[in-house]
Each structure stands twice: as structure tokens, then as C-alpha cells.
């Protein structure tokens, strides 16, 4: 009887386990960690990453940064002024922007840091934020996509002046939150109603998760569908391409705006390919993803801040307007923004 009960135990437990991870979506795994979607490409095997060969090929980089790259600090200030009432986007630099819709302002993976990684580690930034934190309006939504130091910076979560903002982020990622107030957690798919006007729904990206040795994909990552009055903007977590955006695109679009990253795509001679990465788009890529959103427009973004791959560092703006046409975009279809750079959305996007 003892042998029988043990094993109608462990008959149970295994049969609700099973129909446990059944019930689960694709891209949650038995052991807690995440993956991408079904059919993502996987990361080649023969990409050898060396910290000293980096470094190496990094000195043969021309570190100079244009002057039409940034915009003056007091003509930023002018500028932001000038639109403060009005809705609109500004780029702060990496993926860190500003948008304001009605009388919600968000922000977008806020890195205000000198280096992007842990204490003093890390790449350094070759271009200061557009604004300090100490200059930023009120934060009303802070949109958070993923985990990697470029993105997840906390110092700035610690310093970030506007603690009362709702924050929305990726599964298992609110535990670095405990001093905000509205702190939400979110799978794929999830939508958040911020208010009549604005809707937000978490959506899933190529990508992956990391901030030490031992926990590889244990948060989840995604890219971030805005909704307001009927108009869409995509704003992206780091991305590959995958055959998911076909998808997105089908069910979602059109979108109004998608800001993709194009930079943080070249590791070769350490990748055995140049100019490709299974977890960043290239420029061409990009423009690739944003015509399977059946996006109107694009903003090329996750360039010109931290030196995080081996392309030249103003080769993505050059290569994402040079491409545009090859994908269906005019000239001001296919944007790039300077740091430090403000715009309408309302003409930008063409509405009331």
C-alpha cells in the first residue's frame, strides 16, 4: 500500500507539471528562464567573444563625433521649451527618449550614466545625455524593455527623480523597483490601460537577458506597443530579426512610428560574419522589421552613445538613410534623430 500511495504521488505531481507547462506560452521554459519566439534565429555557434580582442580592434575606431550628431545644450533647452505643451518625441541619446502624449510624459529606458555596466565598468559614453536628470519634466511612464546595462541602468533607477511613475517592465524584473509606487510586471501580450487615451500592450522581441554569470534569460525582454487616440508607436527593446514581426505586423499594424535599434550589430573577427548579430539589427534589418510592422515611419535609435560593437561609430545613420529606399521609405519616412533633438508627433504622425 505505501509502494502504491508513493506512486499515485508521484503520478499526480508528474501529470500536473505536465499540464502545468502545457497551459504555458512557448517562451517560458520548465526551469523559469524565457526564449524567444518560435522560429528566432539562434546565436552561431562559432561567435567567440574576447574582451581583449574587442578591445583590441576597438582603437582602430575614428572616435570623432560630428558636430550635426548633437544638438548645443541651450538650443535643446530652447526647443524642448518651445514643445513642452505640446505632443512630442526627443531623442536623450542610446535608447532613452522622451514622448508626450496628452498629459502623459514617458521615458524609454533611461540610462544617464557615463558608462553602461556595473560601478565604473563598462562602455563609456562618447555623447552626454541631451538632458540631466535634474532637467527632465515630470515622468508620468517609465517604460523599461529588458535587463542589459545599456538599457537597465541604476543609478539612474535609484537617482530617477519621479518615483511616483507607473512603471511597466519585463516579468521578474520589478524586484529592482522597490522604492516606486506602481510597479507592473508584464508578459508578452499583456496590455496596460494607462488612461481613455492611452493604452499599452508588452510585446515580444529577439532578444535576450543578462546583468551577471548566473542568470541568462531569468527576466524577460520585449518591445512596447503605444497606443494613444488610435495612433501606434513601437518602441523597441534590443532586437534580431525573426519571423515574429510578420506576425506583429499582421496583427497589430499599421503602426505609426517604430523606433528600432541600428546600431550594435558588427562583432567580427570574434562573429564569423561582419555586420551581423543574432540579437541586434543591422540598418538594413531594421528597415526589414519595420516594413513586416507595416510601419509608416522609422527611428533608428541604439547608435551614436556607447561604442558596444566594432562598426564605425556614425556608419548606422549613414547605412539606415542610404537603405531606405530599398525598403519602401522616403527620406522622411526613415528618420534620424541628433541628440538632443525634439519634434511635434502631431505633425510628425499627423494628427490633432
Known amino acids: ?39 528566432s534565429p539562434e546565436r552561431n555557434k562559432n561567435f567567440n567573444w574576447s574582451f581583449k580582442k574587442f578591445r583590441q580592434e576597438k582603437k582602430y575606431l575614428d572616435m570623432t563625433v560630428p558636430s550635426d550628431h548633437v544638438v548645443e545644450k541651450s538650443n535643446v533647452i530652447k526647443e524642448f521649451n518651445i514643445l513642452k505643451n505640446d505632443d512630442y518625441i526627443g531623442w536623450i541619446g ?67 527623480p519621479y518615483k511616483q511613475a507607473k512603471v511597466m517592465l519585463p516579468l521578474k524584473l520589478g524586484k529592482y523597483f522597490k522604492r516606486y509606487k506602481d510597479v507592473n510586471e508584464m508578459d508578452w501580450y499583456d496590455e496596460i490601460t494607462v488612461n481613455n487615451d492611452l493604452k499599452v500592450t508588452f510585446l515580444p522581441a529577439v532578444h535576450w537577458s543578462k546583468r551577471s554569470l548566473t542568470d541568462t534569460n531569468k527576466t524577460l ?27 506583429l505586423g499582421e496583427k497589430y499594424g499599421p503602426i505609426d512610428l517604430t523606433i528600432l535599434n541600428i546600431g ?26 519595420a516594413r513586416n510592422l507595416k510601419s509608416k515611419k522609422v527611428l533608428g535609435m541604439h547608435w551614436g552613445t556607447f561604442v558596444l560593437s566594432l562598426e564605425p561609430i556614425m556608419e548606422p545613420r549613414q547605412r539606415f538613410k542610404d537603405n531606405a529606399q530599398n525598403y519602401g521609405y522616403k527620406s522622411d519616412e526613415a528618420l534620424i534623430f541628433k541628440i538632443g533633438e525634439f519634434q511635434s508627433l502631431k505633425k510628425l504622425l499627423n494628427y490633432n
Request: charged fraction near 20%; hydrophobic fraction near 35%.
Open 1 to 39: 500500500m505505501k509502494k502504491l500511495a508513493i506512486f499515485i504521488v508521484i503520478f499526480l505531481t508528474y501529470n500536473s507539471f505536465t499540464i502545468s507547462m502545457e497551459n504555458k506560452p512557448y517562451h517560458h521554459l520548465p526551469d523559469g528562464t524565457f526564449r524567444n519566439p518560435e522560429g
Open 94 to 160: 542610446h535608447a532613452t527618449f522622451l514622448i508626450k502624449l496628452g498629459e502623459t510624459t514617458i521615458i524609454t529606458d533611461p540610462v544617464f550614466s557615463k558608462n553602461a555596466g556595473p560601478l565604473i565598468f563598462g562602455p563609456k559614453r562618447f555623447t552626454e545625455p541631451a538632458l540631466n536628470l535634474d532637467e527632465l519634466p515630470e515622468i508620468n511612464l517609465f517604460l523599461l524593455t529588458h535587463n542589459h546595462y545599456d538599457h537597465q541602468d541604476m543609478s539612474t533607477i535609484r537617482k530617477f
Open 221 to 247: 525582454w520585449g518591445n512596447f506597443l503605444i497606443n494613444y487616440k488610435g495612433k501606434k508607436i513601437l518602441f523597441a527593446c534590443d532586437t534580431g530579426v525573426g519571423n515574429i514581426y510578420k506576425d
Open 264 to 289: 550594435a550589430y558588427n562583432f567580427y573577427p570574434m562573429a564569423p560574419y561582419k555586420d551581423k548579430s543574432t540579437y541586434h539589427t543591422n540598418p538594413e534589418e531594421a528597415l526589414s522589421i
